[in-house]
């Protein structure tokens, strides 16, 4: 084990798994096929979700050796809150398939290291669960109801846990076609047809975890939903209940109920930059989902550089998608990111760590990006647009 002090936590680091690559080709061997797939994959082709990595890693820093340098420090303010380092933990739903407990872990863990943890509508813990947890620092990400008394109570229940920002969605007007998840037939519990049920029988500790935790359920929906559901009605439930594509008309009545920050996840172009911030957001994060939605899309560092550019003095600007690093933080706050999130990188972390994967894969993340900082002789995170190439 390696270990090193740094702000209040302490970083330490399994030195088994020194890269997010590492925790990946870790996850894959220990939960079954059909939940590292859903994890993994992207859409269509997957393209886009290659394209989002790579085009990221096109982006050059220059260093500077023989500048004075008094100290780097990650601290990044945001919305009024000083974090640790500019990284976030993107929402992700269905966690607990991937490994029981996953939402928990995470949020603890993004807590210790003072890093914000975005709760999805659609995962596994539920709303008033992750703000006990987090003393009411974690962030909510919504997926827009059809009903509009239920996006009330949700964002009542948002506010009575002290949420300080509210996510709404904006790349999922359609689901995405995944090839994976059709051919696996992944659903929530999942199948047990047999070729589930050999892929599980073969992951010893991933089901001896689920067993010991129970069935993972939809937690911050269980209010709505009727009871005893089967596999079909669920699905139904789930179409019925959300209706994925917004508008500013939908967008309205969210800004005025909701008087915290509020931020829009999923903005591509300029186009709906500008509706943000006619319709008063604070922020949006550039996002593709990670790849999983418009295989014939942009990588997100592409409209990133371009709105920050354009619009970064009137709203917050963050990024994520395609980020597997320190070194992608920083190539993407270098190309005008005021923060960043990252999605499979943490549960890549958890699925291969277990309990010890929030940690783990925070403390490698500080590391790698302190590291670069120092390398460069970037002293604050605002001076990374300094170093780009
Ligand atoms: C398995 C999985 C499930 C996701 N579920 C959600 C979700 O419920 N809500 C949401 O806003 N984004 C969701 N996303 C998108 C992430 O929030 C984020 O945009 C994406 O993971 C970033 O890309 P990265 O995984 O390359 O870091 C999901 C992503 C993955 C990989």
Redesign the pocket.
């Known amino acids: 084990m390696a270990a090193m002090q740094q702000n209040k936590k302490e970083i330490k680091i399994n030195t088994k798994y020194p890269s997010v690559d590492d925790l990946r080709n870790r996850a894959k061997q220990r939960i079954p096929k059909f939940a590292f797939e ?4 992207g859409c269509n082709e997957d393209v886009n ?1 290659h394209k ?2 790579s085009e990221i890693r096109e982006v050059e820093l220059l260093p500077y050796y023989l500048s004075k340098h008094t100290g780097s420090s990650m601290k990044t303010e945001l919305f009024g809150h000083v974090y640790d380092a500019p990284f976030g933990i ?6 607990g398939l ?1 490994w029981p407990n996953a939402p928990e872990i995470l949020a603890k863990s993004a807590f210790e290291h003072n890093i914000p943890f ?1 709760l ?4 596994t813990s539920s709303i008033e669960r992750i703000s006990e947890i987090t003393e009411g620092k974690a962030w909510f ?1 919504l ?1 827009h109801p059809t009903e509009d008394s239920v996006r009330d109570d949700i964002i009542k229940r948002a506010e009575a846990a002290e949420c300080p920002v509210l ?1 709404i ?1 904006a ?2 007007p359609t689901f995405g076609f995944r090839p994976r998840d059709i051919r696996n037939g992944l659903a929530m519990p999942p199948k047990m047809s047999v070729k589930n049920i050999l892929q599980i029988l073969g992951k010893p500790n991933w089901a001896m975890q689920t067993l010991r935790h129970g069935q993972p359920n939809f937690e911050t929906l269980k209010p709505y939903m009727p009871k005893g559901l089967d596999l079909a009605q669920l699905g139904k439930f789930m179409d019925k209940t959300f209706s994925g594509r917004l508008n500013e008309e939908k967008i309205k009545p969210i800004r005025d109920m909701w008087k915290g920050k509020l931020v829009i ?2 903005v591509a172009n300029e186009a709906d930059a500008e509706s943000a911030i006619r319709l008063g957001l604070d922020g949006i ?1 550039v ?6 939605q418009l295989d014939a899309g942009e990588s997100t560092i592409k409209p990133l550089a371009r709105i920050a550019e354009k619009y970064g003095d009137q709203i917050k600007v963050m990024m ?5 690093g320190g070194p992608d933080i920083a190539r993407t706050m270098a190309s005008g990111a005021e923060f960043t ?5 943490f ?1 890549y972390g958890v699925a291969a760590l277990g309990a010890k994967g929030g940690d783990h894969t925070i403390s490698l993340l500080k590391t790698e990006l302190q590291q670069v900082m120092e390398q460069i002789c970037c002293e604050e995170v605002k001076d990374f647009p300094n170093h780009l190439i």
């Not at 859903?38 to 994959?41: A, E, V």
């Open positions: 859903y994890l993994d994959g979700l989002n990595t993107a929402p992700v739903g269905l966690q991937m975005i999805s509508t659609v995962t990400q997926y996510v969605l790349d999922v996840k999923g994060i996002s593709n989902h990670g790849g999983r994520d998608s395609g980020l597997r999130f990252m999605g499979r990188s549960m």
